[in-house]
Nanobody
Framework: QVQLVESGGGLVQPGGSLRLSCAASGSIVRFYATAWYRQAPGKQRELVAVIMSGGSTNYADSVKGRFTISRDNAKNTVYLQMNNLKPEDTAVYYC??????????????WGQGTQVTVSS
Protein backbone atom coordinates (compact mmCIF):
# COMPACT_ATOMS: atom_id res chain seq x y z
CA GLN A 1 0.00 0.00 0.00
CA VAL A 2 1.45 3.35 -1.06
CA GLN A 3 1.42 6.10 1.54
CA LEU A 4 1.88 9.79 0.80
CA VAL A 5 2.69 12.28 3.52
CA GLU A 6 2.45 16.01 2.84
CA SER A 7 4.20 18.61 4.94
CA GLY A 8 5.30 22.21 4.81
CA GLY A 9 2.01 24.03 5.10
CA GLY A 10 1.41 26.89 7.47
CA LEU A 11 0.47 30.51 7.89
CA VAL A 12 2.29 33.04 5.73
CA GLN A 13 1.81 36.69 4.88
CA PRO A 14 0.92 37.79 1.36
CA GLY A 15 4.04 37.84 -0.78
CA GLY A 16 5.66 35.13 1.29
CA SER A 17 6.85 31.67 0.33
CA LEU A 18 6.32 28.08 1.40
CA ARG A 19 7.64 24.76 0.16
CA LEU A 20 5.34 21.77 0.36
CA SER A 21 6.69 18.23 0.36
CA CYS A 22 4.98 14.98 -0.60
CA ALA A 23 6.96 11.99 0.59
CA ALA A 24 6.02 8.59 -0.82
CA SER A 25 6.53 5.29 0.95
CA GLY A 26 8.07 3.75 -2.17
CA SER A 27 9.62 4.75 -5.46
CA ILE A 28 6.26 5.32 -7.15
CA VAL A 29 6.81 9.02 -7.89
CA ARG A 30 9.55 8.34 -10.42
CA PHE A 31 7.29 6.05 -12.46
CA TYR A 32 3.97 7.91 -12.37
CA ALA A 33 2.78 11.46 -12.71
CA THR A 34 2.34 13.39 -9.49
CA ALA A 35 0.00 16.30 -9.05
CA TRP A 36 -0.71 18.89 -6.41
CA TYR A 37 -4.34 19.79 -5.92
CA ARG A 38 -5.93 22.27 -3.56
CA GLN A 39 -9.36 22.78 -2.10
CA ALA A 40 -10.51 26.00 -0.52
CA PRO A 41 -13.55 26.14 1.79
CA GLY A 42 -16.76 26.01 -0.20
CA LYS A 43 -14.96 25.39 -3.47
CA GLN A 44 -14.22 22.39 -5.62
CA ARG A 45 -10.84 20.76 -5.62
CA GLU A 46 -8.63 22.13 -8.37
CA LEU A 47 -5.47 21.01 -10.08
CA VAL A 48 -2.48 23.22 -9.29
CA ALA A 49 0.58 21.57 -10.83
CA VAL A 50 1.68 18.30 -12.40
CA ILE A 51 5.03 16.65 -12.93
CA MET A 52 5.09 13.75 -15.34
CA SER A 53 7.29 10.69 -14.93
CA GLY A 54 9.57 12.09 -17.63
CA GLY A 55 9.91 15.37 -15.77
CA SER A 56 7.74 17.68 -17.82
CA THR A 57 5.52 20.03 -15.82
CA ASN A 58 2.22 21.86 -16.17
CA TYR A 59 0.60 24.54 -14.04
CA ALA A 60 -2.75 26.12 -13.53
CA ASP A 61 -2.88 29.60 -15.01
CA SER A 62 -3.47 31.06 -11.56
CA VAL A 63 -0.08 29.88 -10.26
CA LYS A 64 2.14 30.09 -13.35
CA GLY A 65 5.29 32.03 -12.64
CA ARG A 66 4.81 31.72 -8.87
CA PHE A 67 4.76 27.98 -8.15
CA THR A 68 7.31 25.34 -9.14
CA ILE A 69 6.82 21.59 -8.93
CA SER A 70 9.88 19.37 -8.71
CA ARG A 71 10.90 15.87 -7.76
CA ASP A 72 13.77 14.18 -5.95
CA ASN A 73 13.80 10.54 -7.04
CA ALA A 74 16.38 9.57 -4.44
CA LYS A 75 14.08 10.80 -1.68
CA ASN A 76 10.83 9.63 -3.32
CA THR A 77 9.56 13.14 -2.75
CA VAL A 78 7.75 15.72 -4.84
CA TYR A 79 7.89 19.39 -3.88
CA LEU A 80 5.78 22.44 -4.56
CA GLN A 81 7.67 25.69 -4.13
CA MET A 82 5.18 28.51 -3.72
CA ASN A 83 6.37 32.09 -4.03
CA ASN A 84 4.57 35.42 -3.96
CA LEU A 85 1.64 33.82 -2.18
CA LYS A 86 -1.75 35.49 -2.33
CA PRO A 87 -4.77 35.20 -0.03
CA GLU A 88 -6.58 33.30 -2.78
CA ASP A 89 -3.95 30.55 -2.50
CA THR A 90 -5.38 29.66 0.91
CA ALA A 91 -6.53 26.04 0.78
CA VAL A 92 -5.75 22.50 1.83
CA TYR A 93 -3.14 21.16 -0.56
CA TYR A 94 -3.06 17.49 -1.51
CA CYS A 95 -0.64 15.43 -3.53
CA UNK A 96 -1.86 12.70 -5.82
CA UNK A 97 0.19 10.02 -7.55
CA UNK A 98 -0.93 7.84 -10.43
CA UNK A 99 -4.30 9.54 -10.67
CA UNK A 100 -6.07 10.74 -13.77
CA UNK A 101 -4.61 14.27 -13.55
CA UNK A 102 -8.05 15.69 -14.34
CA UNK A 103 -9.05 19.17 -13.11
CA UNK A 104 -10.85 17.70 -10.08
CA UNK A 105 -8.64 14.63 -9.59
CA UNK A 106 -9.71 11.01 -9.33
CA UNK A 107 -8.11 7.69 -8.57
CA UNK A 108 -4.52 7.04 -7.64
CA UNK A 109 -3.07 7.63 -4.21
CA TRP A 110 -3.74 10.68 -2.06
CA GLY A 111 -2.04 12.24 0.90
CA GLN A 112 -3.82 13.59 3.94
CA GLY A 113 -3.44 17.21 2.95
CA THR A 114 -1.61 20.19 4.40
CA GLN A 115 -3.19 23.54 5.20
CA VAL A 116 -1.83 26.69 3.60
CA THR A 117 -3.15 29.99 4.91
CA VAL A 118 -2.12 33.29 3.37
CA SER A 119 -3.15 36.19 5.54
CA SER A 120 -1.81 39.38 7.04
Amino acid sequence: QVQLVESGGGLVQPGGSLRLSCAASGSIVRFYATAWYRQAPGKQRELVAVIMSGGSTNYADSVKGRFTISRDNAKNTVYLQMNNLKPEDTAVYYCNVAGDMSPRGRNGYWGQGTQVTVSS
